[in-house]
């Protein structure tokens, strides 16, 4: 059902257009003057604009201009006596669609009503593509690929996201920079019902307020120095899909209280606009900020980090699932190879000891960085230590581990590092289990599994 505005002095006109065109199913709005049309033009949103030509005060020719500027989009059909084609000729020049000459038969508008409707979705259309093609050529940011991880500690997650994607719930995803947050966000997004609409995402923590809410929410043309044309915000270009707010803890109580209002009421305004916009998105979110002690400590609304956190999901740091490292390396060189040194296919053992052993403070997207950096470097077909990043040839120094000279196959040299690191959290910890474990970032059961293992005491 669409919404069509008559605007006509003449109220045997406006009585007869409501009545045909009411009978196609669609909402008439009503105005007997041009002053009244353009008030009901700010207050809805309106598809299709139907304008007397000659009416006192503000005429069919200021309308047309009005309602270009206010949607470019609205196709508009000028009302015109006998006699007055030529007139009717001119103001199509200025953008209405159509002219409906009077006296006029049901069948020729609902003609042209119909006509003006199908040009009104094409317009929106393509206004909708030009937008998600800005969208998509702002966003500089690569994905790494498909959520990737073996390791115990990354089960759960997998479990929650195939139980939380198929709903509409709201999801928090915590977890230090670098951990994968937006890639657990698109796999909750490519496993639910909303997979086949956009996946839109916005970097809270990158913009200013204003930016931001002229990023989340659109602005209409001449809303601030620089708006030159309507823009649609992130909240509209995920109508139907998910949208990803990212660095959600840096967001301004101000701008809390307006993403509040939006997530209980599914609607919001543009900048500088007038009219509501209503939406369906699923949102999910994403910090690296605890929020339960933002809230404690005043910095974040509690309402709306209830809001927020109705599925958690808190993503580990790579230090706590070293079991992965491999398995990721294997796949950041499937992935980045071909584009930056093609005869490289693998890793060789020490190479891959000295991944192992690292903190990756920066996580995954610093071994994906390493990674690519390393094959800048190697020569041959394979990664040496020779290519790897300074950090890490320096860090398995610092650390007091030393490598096995003698073993070499990499199943005996991570069992020769794994006791090192153990011993030396041991000592680090005064031999406290609980402490050890606590570094080493595994439960005290696996711990003690490892003492034994390694006649520890």
């Not at 992965?324 to 071909?338: E, M």
Request: hydrophobic fraction near 40%; charge should be negative.
């Amino acid at each position: 059902m669409a919404t069509v505005l008559v605007i006509d002095d003449n109220e045997t006109i406006r009585v007869g257009l409501k009545q045909v065109i009411g009978k196609m199913h669609h909402k008439v709005l009503i105005a007997a003057s041009g002053a009244q049309g353009l008030e009901q033009l700010k207050s809805a949103e309106v598809d299709f604009v139907v304008t007397d030509l000659k009416m006192e005060g503000i005429g069919g020719v200021e309308v047309l201009e009005a309602v270009a500027e206010h949607d470019p989009d609205c196709p508009t059909m000028i009302i015109t006596a006998f006699g007055t084609v030529e007139t009717a000729v001119e103001a199509m020049k200025l953008g209405a669609f159509d002219f409906l000459q009077k006296p006029f038969t049901p069948e020729v508008v609902r003609l042209k009503v119909q006509r003006a409707l199908e040009l009104r979705a094409e317009r929106k259309a393509r206004r909708r593509l030009e937008s998600e093609n800005d969208y998509l050529r702002a966003e500089t940011k690569q994905r790494v690929g498909d959520l990737v991880g073996d390791a115990a500690a990354m089960a759960p997650i997998f479990r929650v996201i195939g139980k939380v994607a198929p709903t509409n719930s709201s999801v928090l995803i915590q977890g230090e920079s670098g951990t994968g947050k937006e890639l657990v966000a698109h796999a909750i997004h490519q496993g639910s019902r909303r997979a086949e609409n956009p996946f839109i995402k916005v970097n809270c923590g990158a913009l200013t307020d204003s930016l931001l809410e002229s990023e989340l929410f659109g602005h209409e043309k001449g809303a601030f120095t620089g708006a030159v044309k309507r823009r649609l915000g992130r909240f509209e270009l995920a109508d139907g899909g998910t949208l990803l707010l990212d660095e959600v803890g840096e967001v301004s109580p101000a701008m809390q209280l307006k993403l509040l209002r939006v997530l209980q009421e599914r609607e919001f305004e543009r900048v500088g606009g007038e009219r509501t916009i209503h939406v369906d998105v699923r949102l999910i979110s994403a910090t690296n900020k605890d929020l339960a002690e933002e809230v404690r400590q005043g910095r974040f609304r509690e309402d709306l980090y209830y809001r927020l956190h109705v599925i958690p999901i808190i993503v580990p740091p790579l230090r706590e699932r070293r079991d992965d490292i491999a398995l990721l390396t294997k796949h950041f060189i499937h992935k980045l190879a071909p584009h930056t040194n093609p005869q490289v296919s693998g890793i060789d053992d020490e190479a891959l000891a000295r991944l192992m052993t690292y903190g990756w403070p920066g996580n995954v997207r610093e071994l994906e960085n390493a990674i690519e950096q390393a094959l800048v470097f190697a020569d041959g077909n394979s990664i040496g230590v020779d290519a790897l990043p300074q950090q890490l040839v320096g860090d398995a120094r610092r650390s007091g581990l030393t490598l096995p000279k003698e073993q070499t196959s990499l199943p005996e040299i991570l069992e020769d590092l794994e006791r090192q690191l153990i011993v030396k959290a041991f000592k680090e910890a005064n031999g406290v289990k609980t402490e050890t474990a606590r570094k080493l970032g595994i439960k005290t059961s696996a711990l003690y599994y490892k003492l034994e293992k390694y006649g520890i005491s």
